[in-house]
Structure formats: C-alpha cells, structure tokens
C-alpha cells in the first residue's frame, strides 16, 4: 500500500507474491506498465471507490471473470479476392507472419485502419479444408460476415489469452 503513481518498485512486489495491483485515482509509470505486461501482473485502476470495494469483494470470493487480452497470432495481405456465388468472396491471401488459423477472429485493417472484425468460417490450401497456414504459405480465407475484401486488405488472425 502507498500513495502516488504506480511505479516499477510496486510490479517487482506483484511478481514476488503473484498478486494484481490496483490504482486508485492513480496512473502507472511507463515502465511499470512494460514489466506488468512482460511478467504478466495485472494492473486494475479505479478512481470510483465503491467500484474497487465491489471488484475486490469479487475476487476474494472468485467471482471477478477473467480479463482476456487480444493477442496477434498471425497476419496475411489479400492478394486477390475470388467470387464464389452465393457463399460470397473469398481473400486469397498469404500469411505474412505467424499462422491462420480457423475459427480465429479476424481483424481488416485497410490504409492502416480496422474497418471490420469477423470469425474464420473456412480455411483454405487450394483444394483442401485446413485447420491452419503457417508463414509464407498462400490460402483462401472466408470470413462469416465480412466480403468487401479489396487486395492489399491485411487480415490479423488473433487469438485470446487469459491474463493471470
């Protein structure tokens, strides 16, 4: 417990005792924030104080959900875009780094923005249905509710992970 910022000194503590940090009207240092992301330590700021009284109520009695962070686990650049009827379009893509995977959410990101997020609905290595694409490999890529794909559409395959 102390008063100020949140500070490199308060995340080396968390690390030690695996314990979450909480702020109250309060901001993190710069690089508080970059060794709680690397270690994993979880920062909770409030500045509402029945707000933070509820939260840790929660968690002492298990019941504060999990805080899930979006985590890129792959990206592709729409190289072409196939029509397929009444199934819609499909991007033929490749993997620029990481994999695809199905069932993945897909971030579309044109001119450097996200205009849309969708789920993989079907995954393609030429004539085969495949449950992944690794870097440097070409695939086809249908999403469930996005088809204005345009080449040069870059699609970031993410996955969630729990934070601890």
Do not use: H, W
Not at 20 to 36: Q, T, W
Not at 136 to 156: A, R, Y
């Amino acid at each position: 417990a102390g008063t100020g910022a949140i500070i490199e000194s308060d995340i080396q503590l968390a690390i030690a005792s695996r314990a979450v940090v909480i702020g109250f009207n309060s901001k993190p240092e710069p690089g508080a924030v970059r060794l709680a992301e690397q270690e994993k330590i979880s920062i909770r700021q409030y500045n509402i104080i029945y707000k933070l009284i509820e939260d840790v109520e929660k968690a002492l009695k298990g019941l504060l959900e999990p805080e899930y962070v979006d985590v890129t686990a792959g990206q592709a650049e729409v190289r072409t875009v196939f029509e397929a009827g009444k199934k819609g379009r499909i991007a033929g893509s490749q993997i620029k780094e990481g994999k695809a995977t199905r069932d993945s959410l897909v971030k579309i990101v044109r001119a450097g923005k996200v205009i849309a997020e969708s789920r993989v609905a079907g995954l393609r290595r030429f004539k085969d249905d495949v449950k992944e694409v690794t870097t440097g490999m070409e695939c086809g890529v249908k999403l469930d509710s996005f088809n204005d794909f345009q080449v040069g559409d870059i699609l970031q395959f993410i996955r969630q992970e729990k934070v601890d």
